[in-house]
């Protein structure tokens, strides 16, 4: 009997931590990072996606990579306000 092994694609987003490094936040591990990584990570996802709406930036997003551009967005923005509202 044959061993099938099924694998998921991955979605996530890549950021350059503080050594220059590419990383990748997964949905999963967002919970795990700090707010100045979030925040500098939604800055960057706000800026490209503005960039794509008025055509400044080369690549066209599919459907689909604009639907998990808008997803992490509004999840990451989630994120931060919970943490606003756990510190007070």
Known sequence: ????????????????????????????????????????????????HLDVKHGYADQDLSKDDAEHMMFYEEYIQERLRHHDQMRR
């Not at 987003?13 to 990383?23: C, D, F, S, V």
């Not at 707010?35 to 990570?41: F, G, P, S, Y």
């Open 1 to 48: 009997m044959k061993e099938i092994m099924v694998k998921r694609a991955n979605v996530g987003l890549i950021y350059e931590n503080n050594k220059k490094e590419k990383r990748v936040i997964d949905i999963k591990e967002i919970l795990t990072f700090c707010d100045a990584t979030l925040k500098r990570v939604l800055e960057k996802v706000k800026r490209f």
